[in-house]
């Protein structure tokens, strides 16, 4: 090999190495995809099960507020109750779904 070769062929050794930190940063990148992606279902499983919960938590509540009850219910309980339903709602409300 002549010396005017040598550069010929360093040329082709970085090409070739960066080539192949090209080919590992993609693999790194798919392999992080995949991960997000996982826990992306994941998330939206759990935000499913949230919502459905949210809807029949939503439906006890009015239940609770337009229930009629067999007994009359003093004014102090009437309000004690009240009370609990407001702050179950601010509760709720804090979820921000």
């Known amino acids: 090999m002549t010396s005017s070769q040598a550069p010929k062929f360093e ?3 970085r090409l070739e190495a960066k080539i ?3 080919v590992e940063k993609f693999a ?3 392999a992080a995809r995949r991960t ?9 499983g759990q ?6 919960h949210n809807n ?5 509540i009015f239940e ?5 009850t ?6 102090v309980e009437e309000k004690k109750i009240l009370n609990k339903i407001d702050r179950m709602l601010e509760k709720f409300g804090e979820l921000q779904i």
């Open 20 to 22: 192949s930190r090209a």
């Open 36 to 44: 997000l992606q996982e826990k992306n279902e994941k998330t939206e």
């Open 70 to 75: 067999e007994r009359p219910v003093g004014l």
């Open 56 to 60: 029949e938590l939503s439906k006890q």
């Open 28 to 30: 790194e990148l798919e």
């Open 47 to 52: 935000l499913r099960e949230l919502r459905l």
């Open 64 to 68: 609770l507020k337009t229930a009629k």
């Open 11 to 13: 040329k082709l050794d």
